[in-house]
């Protein structure tokens, strides 16, 4: 131990002893270093603004795309896992439960595309604020397929492969495409809300093994955005048997057709339509479950295609439990009723979907539906 003598400005330093250097006694070693701050729970806050005023009836389970352009997100807030995102119904707080959502796509250079599921979505002139809070220590686990439980069988982002050169469906039923016996794979490419598959070659298909969950039975709704390269005699978008929902070159008409077989006389629906190629399209398919020919919508971009004949059939529907889906082609016909061009976010539902829900589906694609605030640092 250091002794000190009166007057002597500088004693003994090692070990934890003292030094006198203003004529003031301090320690200078042993001293606790200040404490360091903790981590904040959340780093940034972006506010989100779902617009209501286009709806008018109340949506309920509704997912909402939400796409944050590139560069928006610095990545080094983002954890390996991907799982330091929270979607929220107010400003967070302890205890706040998240919204439930999944993360379609990601990367350095792309944008980051997100689903969330809305409780309600309010009609009228009413919107919802909802925050997007990330970075920082707090995580939420990605909710996966149950942002597509309200009726959804399939759900195809096109984002993720399958392990037999499919592609992942994203709802509860699991429902993934694979790639036809003797046909070859469609290729991934850029589409209109996130990623696409490109049917180039006449003998592309993809299939859907059968399940109950895709049925023709009852009522159903089918959407999907479709980009035509070029227009061959017959392009099958969807066919499951002798069901098929088709676009055809008719005398130098183009229609989309219908058609559910029975044993006596099949249903078939010509419906005319004024497609452009290199263009994206909305194209709607709603059967209400009643057997009349009003009972079927088809629509692009919203809008009724006007009826070019047919009528409903008579007999017994034919059972189509036993037969896959084809996506893009007919896979039982040798690959000749491929189209040639591109699809994107193919969804089926077990629900005849209203207007407004499909009207609000697409704003979501388009970005009409979802205002991004700026981005806020929290301290």
């Known amino acids: 131990m250091c002794g000190l003598l009166p007057g002597i400005l500088a004693g003994c330093t090692a070990n934890g002893a003292w030094d006198d250097i203003a004529g003031v006694l301090k320690p200078t070693a042993d001293e606790d270093p200040p404490p360091e701050e903790d981590p904040p729970l959340w780093a940034r806050r972006m506010a989100i603004t779902v617009d209501g005023t286009q709806s008018n009836e109340m949506l309920f389970g509704f997912p909402v795309m939400v796409r944050v352009p590139a560069g928006t997100i610095e990545e080094d807030l983002v954890n390996d896992d991907k799982d330091n995102f929270g979607f929220f119904d107010g400003a967070w707080s302890e205890g706040l439960e998240p919204l439930e959502h999944t993360l379609a796509s990601s990367g350095p250079d792309e944008d980051y595309v997100f689903w969330v599921k809305l409780a309600t979505i309010q009609p009228g002139s009413e919107t919802t604020t909802l925050y997007l809070y990330y970075g920082g220590t707090e995580t939420v686990e990605p909710a996966g397929s149950a942002v597509w439980n309200n009726g959804y069988t399939v759900v195809m982002?096109?984002?993720?492969?399958?392990?037999?050169?499919?592609?992942?469906?994203?709802?509860?039923?699991?429902?993934?495409?694979?790639?036809?016996?003797?046909?070859?794979?469609?290729?991934?490419?850029?589409?209109?809300?996130?990623?696409?598959?490109?049917?180039?070659?006449?003998?592309?298909?993809?299939?859907?093994?059968?399940?109950?969950?895709?049925?023709?039975?009852?009522?159903?709704?089918?959407?999907?955005?479709?980009?035509?390269?070029?227009?061959?005699?017959?392009?099958?978008?969807?066919?499951?048997?002798?069901?098929?929902?088709?676009?055809?070159?008719?005398?130098?008409?183009?229609?989309?057709?219908?058609?559910?077989?029975?044993?006596?006389?099949?249903?078939?629906?010509?419906?005319?339509?004024?497609?452009?190629?290199?263009?994206?399209?909305?194209?709607?398919?709603?059967?209400?479950?009643?057997?009349?020919?009003?009972?079927?919508?088809?629509?692009?971009?919203?809008?009724?295609?006007?009826?070019?004949?047919?009528?409903?059939?008579?007999?017994?529907?034919?059972?189509?439990?036993t037969k896959d889906l084809g996506i893009g082609n007919q896979q039982d016909l040798g690959g000749n009723r491929a189209i040639d061009g591109l699809i994107d976010e193919l969804r089926i539902s077990r629900v005849a979907r209203s207007l407004t829900w499909l009207t609000t589906e697409y704003r979501s694609y388009t970005g009409d539906l979802v205002a991004l605030g700026a981005v806020e640092t929290l301290e």
């Open 157 to 321: 982002h096109f984002e993720e492969r399958s392990v037999e050169d499919g592609y992942i469906d994203s709802s509860p039923f699991a429902n993934h495409s694979v790639l036809s016996a003797g046909h070859t794979e469609p290729e991934t490419v850029a589409g209109f809300a996130g990623q696409a598959a490109d049917f180039v070659e006449a003998t592309d298909a993809l299939i859907i093994p059968n399940s109950p969950s895709i049925e023709t039975m009852q009522p159903f709704t089918f959407s999907m955005l479709v980009n035509y390269r070029a227009f061959r005699s017959v392009s099958r978008l969807l066919a499951k048997g002798d069901y098929y929902v088709q676009m055809t070159v008719n005398g130098g008409n183009l229609r989309h057709q219908f058609r559910l077989q029975f044993d006596t006389v099949d249903t078939v629906l010509d419906r005319n339509d004024a497609l452009d190629t290199d263009v994206w399209r909305y194209m709607t398919i709603m059967w209400n479950g009643t057997d009349t020919t009003n009972s079927v919508e088809l629509r692009r971009d919203l809008s009724l295609l006007a009826n070019a004949g047919g009528a409903w059939g008579s007999g017994i529907r034919d059972d189509d439990s």
